[in-house]
């Protein structure tokens, strides 16, 4: 399904950015992880958004933030997780 919006090279350079600050601030860690939630609901699977959350862990990115956020919080990330352990094909 194709959706207006963003193109692959600007939805590539924001998620890395999102990413890159996951991984460095904290103050902020709540309004990154519904963007990238965001973005991540929105990738078509065969997209190179996909592929950049592969190769950055993006998985791994928001585990390491998990322990950090008060219980309340913690179903954001878990929901953002599922999201990001969705069939996006087999691996070459």
């Keep these: ?28 860690v709540r309004q990154l992880m519904l963007a990238l939630g965001y973005l991540v609901y929105c990738a078509p699977l065969d997209s190179v958004l ?3 959350c592969r190769a950055m862990d993006a998985m791994g990115a928001v585990e390491a933030k998990k322990d950090d956020w008060p219980a309340a919080h913690r179903a954001l990330l878990d929901e953002i997780m599922l999201l990001l352990d969705k069939p996006w094909g087999e691996e070459d």
């Design 50 to 52: 996909v592929e950049l």
């Design 1 to 28: 399904e194709q959706r207006e919006g963003l193109s692959d090279s600007e939805l590539t350079e924001l998620a890395a950015s999102l990413l890159h600050t996951l991984y460095e601030q904290t103050e902020v």
